[in-house]
Nanobody, 125 residues
């Protein structure tokens, strides 16, 4: 059974940095599309970064240049380095995974098969 567990959230001031982690267990597929999403109260879910087993990455303009997604295959862990955080980055952040690479091609659309429980990020001005 695939399990994704996020960590690393917290409260920072505007301009600060955080690194989120998503530890994956039970994932035995040879391919993956993995992504980070966020959702703030009263807002729709937003994709903030995606990557696949080929190393391709995708970001929306709202975080491009500030967020970096990466994978440590040896540790089965997905990361999201977030720099120059802004109050509008405040949200619950979720990691997601799917063995179907078309999810990365169509990202941020698509209903990923596996999701973590989320980690809260709060940025104060």
């Amino acid at each position: 059974q695939v399990r994704l567990v996020e960590s690393g959230g917290g409260s920072v001031h505007s301009g600060g940095s955080l690194r989120l982690s998503c530890a994956a267990s039970g994932y035995t597929y040879r391919t993956f599309c993995m992504a980070w999403f966020r959702q703030a109260p009263g807002k729709e879910r937003e994709g903030v970064a995606a990557t696949d087993d080929l190393g391709d990455t995708s970001y929306p303009n709202s975080v491009k240049g500030r967020f970096t997604i990466s994978v440590d295959n040896a540790k089965n862990t997905l990361y999201l380095q977030m720099n120059n955080l802004k109050p509008e980055d405040t949200a619950m952040y979720f990691c997601a995974a799917d063995p179907d690479l078309t999810f990365c091609a169509s990202w941020p659309e698509g209903n990923f098969r596996y999701w973590g429980q989320g980690t809260q990020v709060t940025v104060s001005s």
